[in-house]
Nanobody, 123 residues
Framework: QVHLVESGGGLVQPGGSLRLSCAAS????????MGWYRQTPGSQRELIAR???????TYADSVKGRFTISRDNAKNTAYLQMDTLKPEDTAVYYC?????????????????WGQGTQVTVSL
């Protein structure tokens, strides 16, 4: 089992900043990719940013230049630095981790989700 603990959400004024953290723990061999998604009521969960095992990154167009994803492999933790926040960034933010685990026939690749953390951008 793999557990993800997210933190750092909250209420911030437009133009402000927040930093989200996602710490992975449990039974896994290694982490491939780590990503952040967000979801608003009535909408599908959307990819915001992802960092790959080679440290390359990808971002949604809506957050390019404002958000920065990073990872600390020693701590099995991903971060999302969110700057110049806008009201439309308000959502529940979810961490997703793609890991390598032991499997009866060898190893397998599985992904896991965090519980979500609320980010609200408002005056």
């Amino acid at each position: 089992q793999v557990h993800l603990v997210e933190s750092g959400g909250g209420l911030v004024q437009p133009g402000g900043s927040l930093r989200l953290s996602c710490a992975a723990s449990g039974n896994f061999i290694s982490i491939y990719d780590m990503g952040w998604y967000r979801q608003t009521p009535g909408s599908q969960r959307e990819l915001i940013a992802r960092v790959f095992s080679d440290d390359s990154t990808t971002y949604a167009d809506s957050v390019k230049g404002r958000f920065t994803i990073s990872r600390d492999n020693a701590k099995n933790t991903a971060y999302l630095q969110m700057d110049t926040l806008k009201p439309e960034d308000t959502a529940v933010y979810y961490c997703n981790v793609d890991v390598r685990i032991n499997w009866p026939s060898g190893t397998a690749r599985r992904d896991y989700w965090g519980q979500g953390t609320q980010v609200t951008v408002s005056l």
